[in-house]
């Protein structure tokens, strides 16, 4: 399957960002992961531009008993004045009901690369590319595991050795290990088999102890901080919580106030010693005092005025997670990779995004979010919808995982997904005639299109009769010599790539070096 997407890739690619750099007389890279991301953040910009904010207004009322409720969102000012004026003359509360509900919020799981560069971009302002380049010597100097991973889980063969590199780790800094029910391990939750890939998810390992690590880049402190607090937070308890919700009513509407109480840190106590630089910040959480009368008195009533918010740019934590989840209700079950790209080749797509001018990044050093430039506005405005959508993918990887499942091995089929895109481009797009000479995507899609006899079956292989080899040199007529023959030797080497054969009568031959010098 990844050779199949991989050729499929390369011949869409590089016809595609041929032909609009013909076109439009700049160079232009098209591709089956970049230009969705692109399209993602002009989409996101549109949306943006397109919205009209609408304002609403709250009437807050400041109880006796410790607390502020307030009111629902109200669009017209003169309303809620008139409910503020009301609540003021009134200056009781009627208490109707208090809530109580214990919640909890389960540890974050182990760290996979997408998820450890959004966690790196979010605190830490590091591209997604940085962290890779800072995982990356991590590894290389076994301080971690192998991090190009897609896997937030173990296998039941590493469950004992992450039980005792989190004891390992607990002592490494100090920390004392929360009460655990014996019957059930703690890393349990950890794992599961099914989800590990070709390699489980990242962790600190053992050497990373006996090292210095105050003499690391301050980068790379960073990130092995993130990866070390990660995998302890995974092993600990849940976070739990009484949250309390009172509602009021005052001048016939209703007031809420809401109210959390810890009951116990759980993960959220390991996240707070080990990432305390990072986080830098106070978690205050407002417990409502309890109220055994039926009635609250009113200190003061006060209006506010705010406004609905815009989507929020495209940042390289959230343009991560939504390549991440990029038509995944598309996708069909089992498949080998859940959205576009990969976690290995993510960062590299934003960052070529950026490189070629097509994106850019713009705010503090901290916080920077990603906008498409003019160019790139304009390219994913001539774009086939067929190519700028990740549903080209999702289409792909399904025709890919029923070619696995029939045979688990490598298919022809990936022909007839390349050419299914470049026939888009064909139909879409009005490519000059004086084009053709310079460049492949008319002959070589056409006639492949044409000329190959394509399998009723996704796992058989391309087959090219004896009058269609002709006619596939023939067609090429509008094309000089020179390039006619290397467009055709270029479509018999391609087939001969993916397995196609020759057909004379009853006799089969293979597509080899000797067959393409023959013809």
Request: glycine share 4%; net charge negative; proline share 5%.
């Amino acid at each position: 399957a990844a050779l199949c997407r991989e050729r499929a890739d390369w011949m869409v690619g590089i016809n595609a960002s041929r032909l609009f750099s013909c076109l439009y007389n700049q160079p232009l890279a098209v591709g089956r992961v970049m230009t969705p991301v692109l399209a993602m953040t002009v989409v996101r910009e549109a949306a943006i531009a397109a919205f009209t904010p609408e304002k609403f207004y709250t009437v807050d009322l400041e109880l006796t008993s410790g607390c502020t409720a307030s009111s629902r969102r109200i669009p017209e000012k003169a309303v809620a004045e008139n409910l503020m004026e009301a609540c003021r003359k009134e200056m009781v509360a009627t208490i109707q009901r208090i809530t109580r509900k214990e919640k909890s919020e389960n540890p974050p799981p182990l760290y996979d690369l997408t998820t450890l560069q959004r966690d790196a971009n979010r605190l830490l302002g590091y591209s997604a590319q940085q962290t890779l380049d800072y995982v990356q010597s991590l590894y290389e100097k076994k301080f971690t595991t192998y991090p190009r991973t897609d896997s937030c889980y173990i296998t039941d063969d590493d469950e004992e050795m992450l039980e005792e590199l989190t004891g390992a780790l607990e002592v490494f800094l100090d920390i004392t290990p929360a009460d655990v029910d014996e019957a059930v391990p703690r890393t349990r939750r950890t794992v599961n088999r099914e989800k590990v890939t070709d390699h489980h998810a990242i962790l600190p390992t053992r050497s990373m102890m006996q090292a210095d690590l105050d003499a690391l880049p301050k980068g790379e402190q960073n990130v092995l901080k993130l990866i070390i607090a990660r995998t302890l937070m995974a092993v600990s308890k849940p976070f739990r919580y009484l949250e309390t919700l009172l509602t009021t009513e005052c001048a016939g509407e209703e007031f809420t106030a809401k109210g959390k109480e810890i009951l116990e840190e759980g993960w959220k106590a390991v996240e707070r010693k080990v990432l305390a630089d990072i986080l830098n910040r106070k978690q205050e959480l407002t417990a409502l005092p309890n109220a055994a009368e039926s009635e609250c008195g009113i200190l003061n009533a006060e209006l506010k005025e705010g406004q609905t918010s815009p989507p929020k740019h495209f940042t390289e934590d959230t343009l991560l997670h939504a390549m991440e989840t990029a038509s995944a209700d598309s996708m069909p079950e089992g498949v080998e990779r859940q959205g576009i790209g990969t976690p290995a080749t993510r960062a590299a797509t934003i960052e070529k995004l950026v490189q070629k001018g097509f994106l850019e990044r713009k705010g503090s050093k901290k916080t920077k979010v990603l906008l498409p430039t003019d160019k790139g506005k304009a390219l994913i405005t001539v774009m086939p919808e067929e190519i700028q959508s990740p549903e080209m993918t999702a289409d792909w990887e399904t025709k890919l995982a029923a070619a696995i499942n029939f045979t688990g091995q490598q298919d022809g089929g990936v022909v007839g997904l390349a050419l299914g895109a470049l026939a888009v481009l064909q139909a879409d797009t009005a490519v000059p005639q004086q084009l053709v000479c310079h460049m492949s995507v008319q002959p070589l899609a056409q006639t492949l299109k044409e000329c190959i006899v394509l399998p009723q079956h996704e796992t058989a292989l391309p087959v090219l009769a004896e009058p269609a080899l002709f006619t596939l040199h023939d067609r090429l007529h509008t094309v000089r010599a020179d390039t006619k023959n290397l467009i055709f030797h270029k479509c018999i080497r391609s087939l001969r790539n993916l397995g196609g054969f020759y057909q004379r009568g009853d006799h089969r031959i293979d597509f080899d070096h000797k067959f393409t010098r023959l013809h």
